[in-house]
């Protein structure tokens, strides 16, 4: 079992910035990536970015250049730094961990934090 505890979201202007922060506890020893998703009203949760345990990052085509996936290895924890923010990031941001258990995979989330981009 992992246990994720998302903090940073919050409300923010047009092209401002934001940080969110995510420390897993449990079994961190068998996660093998973490990510970060977000989910709109009436829409369906999509991936933002995600690092695998190697270090391999992964974004949305959206977020290219503006967020920025990192993780502390020693803090067990995965951040997202979010530059240039625009209305349409407004959304719900949820971290997920993908932990991996004698071949089978089994996904954590944690509560969600909200993010609002004021136009």
């Known amino acids: 079992q992992v246990q994720l505890v998302e903090s940073g979201g919050g409300l923010v202007q047009t092209g401002g910035s934001l940080m969110l922060s995510c420390v897993a506890s449990?079994?961190?020893?068998?996660?093998?990536?973490m990510g970060w998703y977000r989910q709109a009203p009436g829409k369906q949760r999509e991936l933002v970015a995600d690092?695998?345990?190697?270090?391999?990052?992964n974004y949305l085509d959206s977020v290219k250049g503006r967020f920025t996936i990192s993780r502390d290895i020693a803090k067990n924890s995965v951040y997202l730094q979010m530059n240039s923010l625009k209305p349409e990031d407004t959304a719900v941001y949820y971290c997920?961990?993908?932990?991996?258990?004698?071949?089978?995979?089994?996904?954590?989330w944690g509560q969600g934090t909200q993010v609002t981009v004021s136009s």
């Open positions: 690092i695998t345990r190697g270090g391999k990052t």
């Open positions: 997920k961990a993908t932990e991996l258990d004698n071949l089978m995979t089994f996904d954590f």
């Open positions: 449990g079994s961190i020893s068998s996660i093998k990536s």
